[in-house]
């Protein structure tokens, strides 16, 4: 028996290929990609923890000044990774650039970008988010979040979308087929706040 394969099934053979190639990009380079980004948000709780734990050493300091030197040098090289929070507008710059770099060195060009402003989220840390919008390629993608995981501040996805700019019909009469991705990400960041003071100390006045 002769299977006879008419033009438009054959478009929807193409495009079913390219759907498919398209989804075991995203599976087997994006999403591990993003896994891992998941897996440094997790180990920055535990370093938030980790801060937290210090500061309320430098609370409760009393006769262990050599705890309290080490204490203060951990909370030192700890914030040094977080937003400077004691600008609201500098802080909003300041991860902008982050982000900007991040997008720069892996060649993706954003859309659309909103910064909220900076919002308490417990006694010790301030928290800033973004959105963002753009378009790029898979490998992109995984660079750019590559880029923010491994940068000097910490950065959190939050929440992010990611599927194919279009489904392709048909393959390109010239060249290869471009696949690009549509990405909508909400990242985090976290301010530094003021060091807590021990309940009794004496604050000094400015001026």
Do not use: W
């Not at 028996?1 to 193409?14: Q, S």
């Amino acid at each position: 028996m002769k299977i006879e394969i008419r033009t438009r099934d054959r478009r929807a053979l193409f495009g079913l290929g390219a759907a498919l190639l398209l989804y075991l990009v995203v599976a087997y380079a994006v999403l591990p990609a993003f896994d891992r980004l998941q897996s440094a948000a997790r180990t920055e709780s535990e370093k938030e923890e980790q801060l937290r734990k210090y500061r309320r050493a430098l609370v409760r300091k009393g006769h262990y000044a050599k705890l309290l030197d080490q204490a203060r040098k951990s909370v030192s090289d700890a914030e040094a990774q977080l937003i400077r929070g004691d600008n609201p507008s500098l802080a909003s710059v300041e991860f902008q650039n982050v982000v900007d770099a991040a997008a720069s060195k892996s060649g993706v060009g954003i859309a659309q970008k909103n910064v909220s402003p900076a919002r308490k989220k417990d006694a010790f840390f301030n928290e800033i988010t973004m959105t963002l919008s753009f378009e790029c390629s898979p490998n992109q993608l995984t660079t750019f979040l590559g880029e923010l995981r491994n940068g000097e501040k910490f950065v959190t996805v939050q929440s992010s979308q990611i599927a194919p700019t279009q489904i392709v019909q048909e393959p390109p009469k010239k060249g290869e087929f471009q696949k690009m991705v549509h990405v909508n990400l909400t990242l985090s960041a976290l301010l530094a706040g003021p060091t807590p003071v021990a309940p009794g100390s004496v604050v000094p006045k400015k001026g």
